[in-house]
């Protein structure tokens, strides 16, 4: 991460896939340390914008996650970022599914989802979708989508 926020992005690249190849060969690609590890570095390249690196770690993560818990809160908040990294890169046909259906089974599994992350995930989840709703000049499903978010911030 130091890397990606100098702008250093082939030391980043290198460093990223030195780490996740010792994860893999440690623990297995489907254990889910490692499932955590690939979302939390794409969430971490989301919020640096870098949408195209978030992409792959994501896809890798939710491909994994769908396999060994496709029921999970989590498999859900992975679906979302990866709607998040195809929206950045204006792939809105591709990210729009992802992110309805990630706030949708986030929402229907609010109860499975730490308390003390219940309620960022599930904003951050509907933010997502109002940036796209945006992106698509839709007002009607933008201000649809800012509705719910208001009532989740009032929960």
């Given at each position: 991460m130091v890397h990606e926020r100098a702008d250093q992005s082939e030391k980043a690249n290198e460093w990223r896939k030195k780490w996740f190849s010792s994860l893999r060969d440690?623990?297995?690609?489907?254990?889910?340390?490692?499932?955590?590890?690939?979302?939390?570095?794409?969430?971490?390249?989301?919020?640096?914008?870098?949408?195209?690196?978030?992409?792959?770690?994501?896809?890798?993560?939710?491909?994994?996650?769908?396999?060994?818990?496709p029921d999970a809160w989590n498999t859900y908040y992975a679906r979302s970022m990866l709607g998040e990294a195809l929206l950045g890169?204006?792939?809105f046909a591709e990210a729009e599914p992802l992110?309805?259906?990630?706030?949708?089974?986030?929402?229907?599994?609010?109860?499975?989802?730490?308390?003390?992350?219940?309620?960022?995930?599930?904003?951050?989840?509907?933010?997502?979708?109002?940036?796209?709703?945006?992106?698509l000049a839709n007002p009607e499903e933008q201000k649809k989508w800012q509705h719910i978010r208001d009532r989740l911030n009032d929960s």
């Open positions: 440690r623990l297995g690609a489907e254990f889910v340390a490692y499932t955590v590890e690939l979302g939390q570095m794409g969430l971490q390249l989301l919020q640096l914008k870098k949408w195209d690196r978030a992409e792959g770690l994501l896809r890798e993560c939710l491909a994994i996650r769908e396999k060994t818990q890169q204006e792939k992110l309805l259906k990630g706030f949708n089974g986030l929402q229907q599994r609010a109860d499975q989802i730490p308390e003390g992350l219940k309620k960022t995930r599930l904003i951050e989840a509907c933010n997502r979708i109002i940036e796209l709703y945006s992106a």
